[in-house]
């Protein structure tokens, strides 16, 4: 990687890409769809980043943490970077991000609207406008070509390569570049060994695009950054991305142009002091004009009479704004291209050991820029009062229109909500219900919270017409007490009807727990009962006396379990009574439905009923057999 140049490079807009007009790059006028230069930008990241044993895979992810942004700075700066945080929390993302941020801005590149969140965050714009800031910065700003910009320096080497060759005419960085034939003849002017390119025809894009590809990856070691199909199909390809390549094969082509640079050097010597008489030139020129134009301009400012009518004062702030939006803008570029001219020309002498230029007197930057800042004074003392005269004849209407406006807009708003407020809409809904309610209410009092600044604004403008006594202010105070007398009343009832919903909301969490212990506890004992109701029904057999007390003895340690069961029972049954009870005193039908189990009080209930019911039969059953047994047994004696 070449050294560093001393130059600022500026990302104006992070939509666009930063940075393209500060080092010449600008898109064609077409409305054409912007071709996304990703896979461009990610393959010129891994040429670099694979030095280090590394790559990326998706751009906008991979530099999120920062750690492959600081070691892409490193690998193409050849220095090293503050050691990077390792923690995977969003702040050690951004205090990585912002470490490559300072490295970039330490080399002169002002990073403006661009921060280390919208990197962090997955910002594809921000992050590509960052890649192609550095691509910009490492890559391309150090092109030069007899002192043009790194842009018109690239362009220039392309078309002087490229010259001898048939059907190929560079002109800019998009078009030019659709059929191939510019990267082929590149290729072959410096490796002719590598292509035939007599057998290359305007007529297969595709296979001229791959050609080159193939060949400059396979042979020249300079990655597969641009896809032939978007190439050819697109209408108008990625300047950025095409700039991108090619300045790939300029640093690779590089030693060829030391010679040709050196061929150029009393030309370009020669050339360097005409354009410095030109700028020379053109500073007196452009000197003299705008400090006439001043001249002319200020004793207009500086007129503060007029016929003390709306009309009149209308038609100066007409003059006003013509001057502002016709007149003086092509004066502020002029100002502006002068003192660039001035300081380019200053500097151009300084690194030529050339005396520095004195321009006339009276046209010093110090006497253009005293100039300018009267001017400015007087602009803005007319505009002061301008704006003073405006606001004496037209305040009282303008605030009058403005309090109606706000008002209705208010009273629209507020149509309704007081009964929505006392609606009792909530005695009738399940939980799940009441819970989408209160959410809606939460949603309403987010709402009334910000009209609270709608009402202060109100206030405050019935206040100034009072205090400005207007004509109906007994109409406006009125309407005011109205609106405020509301919104007290909004207030209170918003807080009761929270109120209201979190007691009901309390009421029917209760009843839902009550709801899931009983489906909890019925379940177990609902099998035990069908359980204890097909045992005590089961039909035997048996022969011995053995047998019988056996299941005598069976029977009498389930009946000792009775009084444990009669507890659940009852505990069971009193969870669906609470629940009645707490329906019936609150009035919600909607709480005596269990969602959790279709078994019922009354299930459970009948089922015991049963249990007890069938217990002495059983009883009387196993005494009968035991007797007959034991007829049996004297028998058997």
Not at 364 to 370: E, G, K, L
Request: aromatic share 6%; net charge negative.
């Amino acid at each position: 990687m070449s050294t560093f140049v001393s130059c600022s490079t500026q990302i104006l807009s992070a939509t666009g890409f930063g940075g393209d007009e500060s080092m010449g790059v600008s898109m064609p006028n077409l409305k054409v769809k912007p071709v996304d230069p990703s896979h461009t930008f990610t393959a010129w990241c891994n040429s670099h980043l694979r030095k280090a044993g590394t790559q990326i895979e998706n751009i906008e992810e991979d530099f999120r943490n920062g750690l492959k942004l600081m070691l892409l700075l490193e690998v193409i700066s050849s220095e090293t970077l503050p050691k990077p945080d390792r923690g995977k929390m969003r702040f050690h993302h951004i205090a990585n991000v912002n470490k490559a941020l300072d490295f970039i801005a330490s080399k002169g590149v002002k990073l403006v609207s661009i921060g280390a969140e919208e990197i962090v965050d997955g910002n594809v714009k921000m992050t590509l406008g960052l890649i192609w800031t550095i691509i910009l910065r490492f890559a391309i700003q150090d092109i030069s070509v007899e002192e043009m910009t790194a842009k018109e320096g690239l362009l220039l080497w392309c078309q002087r390569k490229t010259a001898p060759y048939k059907n190929v005419n560079v002109q800019n960085f998009h078009l030019s570049w659709k059929d191939g034939l510019a990267f082929c003849a590149l290729i072959h002017r410096h490796r002719p060994d590598l292509l035939d390119y007599s057998k290359l025809t305007k007529d297969n894009p595709i296979h001229n695009l791959n050609l080159a590809f193939d060949v400059a990856e396979k042979y020249l070691n300079i990655p597969r950054m641009l896809d032939p199909e978007d190439i050819n199909s697109t209408p108008m390809p990625d300047e950025r991305a095409v700039m991108t390549y090619v300045s790939s094969y300029y640093h690779t082509f590089s030693g060829a142009k030391q010679a040709e640079t050196a061929a150029n050097r009393i030309c370009k010597v020669l050339k360097v002091n005409q354009e410095n008489e030109r700028l020379m030139e053109e500073y007196e020129r452009l000197a003299s004009d705008l400090l006439e134009w001043i001249r002319r301009t200020t004793p207009w400012l500086e007129n503060r009479t007029t016929d003390n009518t709306l009309v009149g004062v209308h038609k100066k702030l007409d003059e006003f704004r013509n001057y502002r939006r016709v007149h003086k803008p092509p004066r502020v570029e002029q100002k502006a291209r002068l003192e660039t001219n001035f300081n380019t020309l200053q500097t151009k002498l300084r690194l030529s050991n050339r005396p520095a230029y004195l321009p006339s007197e009276g046209k010093m930057v110090s006497d253009i820029h005293n100039a300018w800042k009267g001017l400015e004074m007087s602009e803005k003392g007319f505009e002061e009062w301008l704006l003073s005269e405006m606001m004496r004849l037209e305040r009282l209407d303008h605030l009058a229109q403005k309090f109606k406006h706000k008002a209705d807009i208010h009273e629209d708003w507020t149509q309704g909500k007081e009964e929505m407020l006392q609606s009792q809409d909530f005695r009738n809904c399940k939980l799940n219900e009441l819970k989408a309610l209160k959410k809606k209410h939460e949603a309403f009092e987010s709402d009334l919270a910000a009209h609270q600044d709608r009402v202060e604004q109100i206030a405050a403008i019935a206040q100034e017409l009072n205090a400005l006594d207007y004509h109906d202010a007994a109409s406006v105070n009125a309407r005011c007490q109205r609106i405020c007398d509301q919104w007290d009343r909004l207030g209170t009832l918003t807080q009761k009807r929270r109120s209201a919903l979190e007691e009901a909301e309390r009421v029917l969490e209760k009843i839902d727990t009550l709801h899931l212990e009983f489906a909890k506890r019925a379940a177990p004992f609902n099998n035990w009962l069908d359980g204890a109701r097909e045992d005590l029904v089961d039909m035997f057999i048996v022969h011995t006396m053995e047998e019988i007390q056996g299941l005598i003895d069976a029977h009498e340690q389930f009946k000792q379990t009775l009084g444990e069961a009669d507890k659940e029972h009852k505990s069971i049954t009193a969870l669906a009574q609470e629940v009645q009870t707490i329906a019936t005193q609150c009035q919600i039908p909607g709480g005596i439905e269990n969602p959790y189990t279709t078994l019922t009080s009354i299930d459970i209930t009948t089922k015991w009923s049963d249990v007890k019911q069938m217990i002495p039969k059983r009883d009387q059953v196993l005494q009968t057999e035991l007797m007959r047994q034991q007829s049996n047994e004297r028998l058997r004696r």
